[in-house]
């Protein structure tokens, strides 16, 4: 085995901060991945990492190592990405993990697309609105929607969130239009929850034009499901806190109208991202993210089912 191999595996160990999650990520097991670091070490007749039951830490002279390995890394994925270059088309296989509606509705059709364009690749595609463990479940790509927090993955952004209050035309008529922030939190709130995301919170000013606070929301229905959200709204269950994203057409189309769009409305640092493990940024990967790209549009093109939004909650 050529000394790049297993210098390469020993940034990935250190990079993914254990040997568990570096093994995933080569299809190794762990006593594999631990002979390979062994004998790099015995090559170079240096000890590189200073291990423990749990845990590692490098040593000086696996620190030095480490800077030099990974700007071998670097190089050879430049090699890689002029050879991709020239290859006629992407191919291979392409493993995506995303939320079950963002996949539904915006993913389904690029990879029609996509696999018509392509008739070498084979895509699967892995819907849950509970987040993949990218590693782990060997994907190539995933699609997250919120914070991204930190970590060893890439994180690409494609498309801002852009929060809005909505309720239905009915809803309106039956309970009369909010003007102030107490008289929405004093109506019934339609609430998406799914495991440790939950939106029953608004940073919103209490005012018009005034500073942001945090209002909590009231609701006795809740659900994981963006599609049920939408109908619940637009059965005059509650409002609702949404992402333009969950519209699928126009919003007088659905029958619904926007909230208190005078009050400033904050959607923090959250976004849609890309994200994909930092090795595996192939030109299979960066083509679908692309054809993602151009199919959403810049700004995403569902900002236009709520005109003028630019004007609003600001």
């Known amino acids: 085995m050529a000394l790049s191999t297993p210098l390469l595996l020993f940034v990935d160990v250190v990079q993914q901060g254990s ?16 002979k390979q670091i062994k004998k790099l070490e015995a090559n170079l007749g240096v000890q590189l990492l200073n291990r423990s039951t749990r845990s590692f830490s490098l040593t000086p002279a696996g620190e030095e190592i480490l800077a030099q390995a990974k700007t ?32 539904q509705q915006y993913l ?66 039956q309970h009369g239009r909010p003007t102030t922030l107490a008289e929405l939190l004093a109506l019934p709130a339609v609430i998406y929850s799914n495991g440790d995301l939950i939106w029953d919170q608004l940073q919103i000013s209490a005012e018009p034009n005034g500073a942001l606070i945090t209002a909590k929301m009231r609701g006795n229905y809740r659900t994981s499901d963006i599609r049920a959200l939408l109908d619940a709204v637009s059965a ?14 126009p919003i007088d189309q659905l029958q619904l109208e926007p909230l208190l769009t005078d009050h400033r409305l904050s959607c923090g640092d959250t976004g849609i991202y890309a994200v994909y493990p930092h090795r595996k940024q192939t030109k299979l990967v ?11 549009g810049a700004p995403a093109f569902w900002q236009q089912h709520l005109p003028n939004y630019d004007s609003l909650y600001n």
């Open 236 to 249: 005059g269950m509650g409002y609702a806190l949404i992402d333009l994203s969950h519209l699928q057409r």
């Open 108 to 173: 389904q059709p690029v990879i029609a697309q996509f696999l018509q364009r392509y008739p070498d690749v084979q895509l699967s595609l892995a819907l849950d609105d509970k987040k993949a463990d990218i590693i782990a479940d060997h994907i190539d790509l995933a699609f997250r929607i919120g914070k991204m927090p930190d970590s060893n993955l890439i994180a690409k952004k494609i498309a801002s969130t852009h929060l809005a209050l909505v309720a239905s035309q009915d809803f309106i008529q």
């Open 286 to 296: 960066a083509e679908f993210i692309h054809a993602v790209e151009q199919y959403l």
């Open 19 to 34: 040997f568990t999650k570096a093994a995933a990520l080569h299809d190794m097991d762990n006593s594999s991945l631990s």
């Open 72 to 103: 071998l890394k670097q190089t050879l994925d430049q090699i890689q990405g002029i050879a991709d270059a020239y290859q006629s088309q992407p191919k291979g296989n392409l493993r995506i993990a995303s939320p079950v509606y963002f996949g």
